[in-house]
């Protein structure tokens, strides 16, 4: 197999296991918090020179076998580490304030230190496996890992949304196996498969070769299976639950990039059915399907919610629904839904953390409730208006930009019905979800609710968040372009 | 012998979409394990290798052993012991998985893609243990008769895996195995906290969350 061997790979699986283990000797909050954030930073740290190391020779980067990390890889690796130093940066200030209240106690910060390292460890490990045995392994364990982190919070309605939660998500995920069986199944078929069945590059190489038919049951299993995962309507009914019941740190890993793995995987298959016998067009098309349902379903309930955590869940079922939408439009769709995967991720995280503060602040998530925000907590109030902005497609932020190319390149594919479609999803979105917002933003602030002191994480979070959908709203540099593109390629097949 | 053992497990179905003692069905879903567990040695019993003995063995040990063993528990725990109100009736859903057999078995002629030729019988055995575990789940308020729906839809996936592909990288079956132990071992745990939120673990209990 062709790559540059590093053993960046094995280092970047050892950091959460090392930072849940130092967590669970420290005695202090704080100190706990700051560990997980400081493995956060070198998670970044060896992300980026994982990009360093792709950009000089565009080449993939291996370690033995089963481990390999290609541009598809590197984005979500980037998107991953960005979203889950946002979400560590701003649990510090939450559950610090959580403690002092008595909401939660110390016990349920290690218990949110150790499982939090393990749900990140489960997701580095969908990312860089190249084996889809192994890459199932680490989806599955996302959900296992995550499960207690809804019911942090002990209350009747966290543990229904928890027992949603893992049990909708079970079932997905062992369809989800039984289409891993059946696309091995195909692959150990072709003469000299059935010595590495499940090896994705294999997998790919032989693509051309495989039982037409039994890759395409294979992809259905797939994609409703980690479709599932990802919140695709109607596969989607547990993420509302799981999203508003959840501390918002654990909510902006959920929407930021947990739900993202599920899609992350089907891209992997679909590079796979790009090879197969009049594979590409089919799988497009399911996607497609799929996209539209969820942008539809995702911006009416948008509209009904009274609840901001659940809003934002519905909107992400909205965003989900734009990038399978992308990926089955095809050519510079599949660029557009990898980019507007970049935004939404930053956007959600932001919109998550600023929910959460606002939330513990008001005492209620209940959006009657919280007003004027932008004049009693100007940060957070700021984060909140921003990132709605960006999640309902306002220009000049990047959203609205990939939102727009995922609607051009329907129109140039011809697919009328389908952009119609779209653009009525997006468009409901935009008017429920502003008639929510700008009360929010601009209404007479509640009395008596006001930000004391701001923590200096929250600068941290609104101003790297905000900065960033603003800047790739206006500007696309050159590296980043080169990065989407190449991933671009793997998913369409390109080679 | 792969024969009996997959007609048993069809029995088996039909018995736990009709059970409505829990203690009933969590022996029948242990059964259920081991049989699949054995179909799964007595298959590759000619090409038996040290590394297939194990896992087979491991499989057994956690189909019949562990899991039912876990159910018991959480059933003494939340002190549930019968299916009271069912969102369907017993003969509805026995009914429903005589149909389920048919689709299985029909699902099976028209995608009939084992490769290891063991028995015809396999694939659609498969399917309707799958459909059979779906339903079980869909139909029962109780959260323990759910738990016993997802072990179900997991023996059904395991004659599959064990039709389809015989060469899985043995990290890969063993990071399966753990894997599953844990999604059941919080399954149940969840139950038992949800028990004592709520003072019975009645599916009802959990449906305040809509919309």
New interface residues.
Partial sequence: MTGTPSLLIPVLLAVPVMAGVLSMLARRAGVILGILAGGTCVIAGIVFSLFLMWSSGQAPIVSGMWFRVDALSLLHLGILSGVVMMATVFSRGHFVRELESGAITLRDIRKFALLWSGAVLSMIVILVSNNLGLMWVGLESTTVTTAFLVSLHRTPHSLEATWKYIIVCSVGIALAFMGTLLMGAAASRVPGGELQPLMWTRLVEVAGLLDPSLARIAFIFLLVGYGTKAGLVPMHTWLPDAHSQAPAPVSALFSGFMINTGLYCIMRYQAIMAGVPGGAEWSRGLLAAFGIVSILVGAIFIIFQSNLKRFLAYCSIEHMGIIALGLGLGGSGIFAALFHSLNHSTAKTLAFCSAGRLGQAHGIHDMAEIRGTLRSFPVWGAGLWISLLALFGVAPLSIFFTEFLVARRAMEAGRFLVLTAMLAGVGLAFIGGMRKAIPMAMGSPVDGVREGKTRTGAYVVVGFSSAILLVLGLYLPGPLTGLISAAAAIVEGVR | MAGLILMAVILLNLSLLGGRMLKGCISRVALQGFLTALFGIAVHSGTMSFRLMGLGIAAMVVKAAVFPWFLTRAMRATEETEERRPFMGVTLSMSLGIIMVAAGFYLGRV?P???VEISRLALPVSYTT?LSG?LM?IARRS?LF??TG?LV??NG?YI??IT??????F??EL??LL??I??VL??L???M??DR??NGQDGD?????K?
């Fill in positions: 995608f893609v084992g490769i799958i779906l789940m959260v759910q738990a997802y839809l997991e996936i599959a895996g389809l592909v015989s060469g899985f990288p990290l890969v990071g399966v894997d599953v844990a999604a919080v399954m745990v969840v139950v906290q949800i939120a709520s209990a959990l449906s305040e969350l919309g």
